[in-house]
C-alpha cells in the first residue's frame, strides 16, 4: 500500500501519491478505469479543478468516487472563470464569485463537501483579504472542510501564510524544476503548511523517455543543449538500476515538507507504473547530493 502524509495542520492524512486528474479526459469509460485503477493502487487523493474541461472533468471525478466518497480525499479548485462562450477564461478571486463557484463545483462533484478547496493562481494585485473571507466563510458552512492555494508566487505565498488558515499549496516542482526549495518549501514546512507538488517528471523528460521528450525549447532554466547533457548523466549516475520515474517521484518526497506528489495519467498503466515508483525505495542522502549537484537550484525571477 502507498504511506500516507498529513496534510498541513488539517486532519486529512493524504497518500504520497495523488491522482491529478486533468488528464483523465472526457470518455468517460476510460477515465472511470484510470480512476479505479488509482483506487486498486491505494490512491485517496484526487485533484481536479472547475477549470477542467469546463467543469465536465468535476463530474466525472464525482461520479467515478460516490461509492468511496467517505475514504477520499477530493481537491478542487477556483477563481478562472470561463466566459460565456468558452472562448477563454479571466481570472476572478472575488468573495461573490467563489461563494458561487463553490455550489457548482459540489454539484458537479455530486457530494455535499469539498475535502480540500484551492485558489487556482493568485498574484500580489488580488484583494487577498476578500479571498481569504470567503474560505473562511465556505469552512465555516460546511461547504469545505480546508482551503489551500496553487501558486509558485513566493510574495503571493507569503501573504496567505501571514492572513489565512491554507493547509497546503500547490506548486510545481521537479529535479529540473527546483525553484521551490529556496524559498517556498523551507518558509512553508517552518509554518507547517504542506506542499502538494506537480510535474514531477517534468513533462516526461524525468522518465525513461527522456531524451525523446527533449525539445528545441528547452525546460525552464534549461536550453536544449543541457538537457540532452544532464539527463543521460542523471540516468548513468542515479538510475543503472532502477527507473527513472523512481529517481523523480523519489526526489520529490525526499522533502519532508512534501505531503503528496500528483501525476497526471492517461493510462491506467502510468498510474501503476507512478504507484510502483512511490512504493520503491527512498533516495538515500547521498543521492539527493548527487543531483543537487548535477541539476540547477534555480530561483523564481518573474513571478513575484
Known amino acids: 500500500m502507498l504511506k500516507k502524509r498529513k496534510l498541513g495542520s488539517s486532519e486529512l492524512s493524504v497518500t504520497e501519491l495523488g491522482l491529478g486528474c486533468m488528464s483523465i479526459g472526457t470518455e ?4 472511470r478505469e484510470i480512476i479505479e485503477t488509482a483506487l486498486e493502487e491505494g490512491i485517496n487523493y484526487f485533484d481536479t479543478a472547475d477549470l477542467y474541461d469546463f467543469g465536465e472533468n468535476e463530474k466525472i471525478v464525482g461520479a467515478a468516487l460516490k461509492d468511496v466518497r467517505e475514504k477520499v480525499i477530493i481537491a478542487t479548485k ?16 472575488s468573495k461573490l464569485y467563489i461563494k458561487e463557484a463553490v455550489k457548482q463545483s459540489i454539484k458537479r462533484l455530486g457530494t455535499d ?8 493562481g493568485g498574484t500580489i494585485e488580488d484583494r487577498i483579504d476578500e479571498t481569504i473571507e470567503a474560505f473562511e466563510e ?6 469545505i472542510h480546508y482551503y489551500g492555494i496553487s501558486s509558485i508566487r513566493p510574495n503571493v505565498i507569503r501573504e496567505y ?4 488558515h ?13 525553484r521551490p526549495e529556496e524559498e517556498a518549501l523551507p518558509y512553508l514546512h517552518e509554518h507547517g503548511i504542506s506542499v502538494v ?19 528545441p525549447k528547452g525546460y525552464q532554466d534549461y536550453s536544449q543543449e543541457e538537457l540532452l547533457e544532464v ?62 549537484e548535477i541539476s540547477k537550484a534555480g530561483i523564481y525571477r518573474e513571478h513575484r
Open 231 to 292: 539527463l543521460p548523466i542523471l540516468k548513468d549516475r542515479l538510475a543503472p538500476r532502477r527507473s527513472f520515474t523512481e529517481i523523480a517521484l523519489q526526489y520529490n518526497l525526499a522533502h519532508s515538507g512534501v505531503a503528496t506528489v500528483i501525476t497526471g495519467a492517461s493510462s491506467p498503466e502510468q498510474v501503476r507504473n507512478n504507484a510502483r515508483a512511490v512504493r520503491s525505495q527512498p533516495l538515500t542522502k547521498e543521492e539527493v547530493t548527487l543531483i543537487k
Open 197 to 215: 507538488t506537480r510535474g514531477p517528471l517534468a513533462k516526461g523528460l524525468l522518465s525513461d523517455k527522456m531524451l525523446e521528450k527533449v525539445s
Open 166 to 178: 491554507i493547509v497546503s499549496v500547490m506548486m510545481q516542482y521537479s529535479i529540473l524544476d527546483r
Open 78 to 93: 477556483v477563481g478562472n472563470r470561463w466566459q460565456p462562450d468558452k472562448s477563454g477564461w479571466s481570472w476572478d478571486p
Open 28 to 31: 468517460e469509460k476510460k477515465a
Open 138 to 143: 465556505l469552512k465555516s458552512e460546511g461547504y
Open 113 to 120: 463537501y469539498i475535502d480540500l478547496y484551492q485558489l487556482h
Open 161 to 164: 501564510v501571514k492572513k489565512s
